[in-house]
């Protein structure tokens, strides 16, 4: 079925309401691959509240993209198998909680046509709210519907992408990603088989299963985290990637950075490959 523009345009679900805990917080964190070295307190502080010595729990900031797991606008009817994050940005308005009640509300922000055979651009905003109502974070998504273009839609108008600046890396990190992190990452909550199933990532065009791209995105912020924050989570007002290429479980990622003020630009390879997986990234620190 092709896209109706008028009724995608018109999705809206607000007052949606979710829970969390630590247990929720410290998954996360091992889903991006936190406290593999069981000696790196800075990192435990993200995966461990059971420490001899007491100290708070601490919130990956790109948390707030799975805290409400589940939320959106309403039912797209995409072609499922065809679908991939294009873009996510995430705007920080206050630091997370390790436990909360929180409340989302999803609207459609824009639709654009990249013509038949080559898909369609969706762009989504959830609004994640405490439980007085005070705005915790704003998750703009941009999600690739690769096989549903051709509806007749606007083609243009679609933001700019930010800008890396021409010279070398300010700073490099190499980040290894588990065999397994997939099906760990999955427990976040994106069931996708596309991550975990490999006949369903043959059908979908790839050789075997594929990292999240939202995983992805979560290690871009942790090594931005340990780079340039100090692992203070409350550092993050921005959060803004652009998925290119997918990451295979079991590859290390190689992230550059940039740093120009409070602004990281950031890009992503995986250099065994010669592919850049994340493009066009921006933090903003504060």
């Known amino acids: 079925m092709p896209i109706n523009y008028d009724e995608l345009m ?37 995966v461990n509240e059971a420490a001899a010595t007491p100290r708070p729990l601490k919130v990956v900031p790109t948390f707030a993209s799975v ?12 072609n499922r198998v065809m679908v991939v994050d294009g873009e996510r940005d995430i705007t920080f308005h206050k630091p997370l909680a390790t436990v909360a009640h929180v409340t989302a509300d999803s609207t459609v922000l824009a639709v654009f046509d990249k013509g038949k055979d080559k898909g369609a651009i969706i762009r ?28 007749g839609g606007p083609s243009e108008g679609q933001p700019e992408p930010h800008p890396v600046p021409s010279r070398a890396p300010d700073r490099t990190v190499d980040i ?26 043959k059908k979908a065009g ?43 479980p079991g590859e290390t990622v190689t992230l550059e950075m940039w740093k120009d003020g409070e602004v990281i630009s950031f890009e992503a390879k995986v250099k065994a ?14």
């Open 10 to 46: 018109a999705l809206k679900n607000l007052g949606q309401k979710y829970s969390y805990t630590d247990r929720e917080v410290m998954l996360y964190a091992c889903g991006i691959g936190m406290g593999a070295d069981p000696m790196d307190e800075k990192e435990l502080a993200f």
């Open 67 to 78: 805290a409400a797991w589940g939320s959106g606008p309403g039912e797209m009817n995409l």
């Open 124 to 151: 989504h905003q959830t609004v994640l709210k405490d439980a007085d109502g005070e705005k915790l974070a704003t998750l703009v998504a941009s999600r690739f519907a690769r096989g549903d273009g051709g509806f």
């Open 176 to 201: 290894s990603t588990r065999p397994d992190q997939a099906l760990v990452y999955r427990l976040c909550g994106d069931r996708n088989p596309l991550h975990s199933d490999p006949e369903f990532a």
């Open 206 to 248: 790839f050789p075997r299963p594929i990292l999240h791209g939202m995983c992805t995105y979560g290690i871009t912020c942790r090594g931005i985290l340990q780079s340039y924050a100090d692992y203070d989570p409350t550092a993050f007002r921005q959060h803004v990637a652009r998925f290119s290429s997918p990451v295979y």
């Open 273 to 286: 490959r010669g592919v850049t997986v994340i493009r066009n990234g921006k933090t903003v620190l504060g």
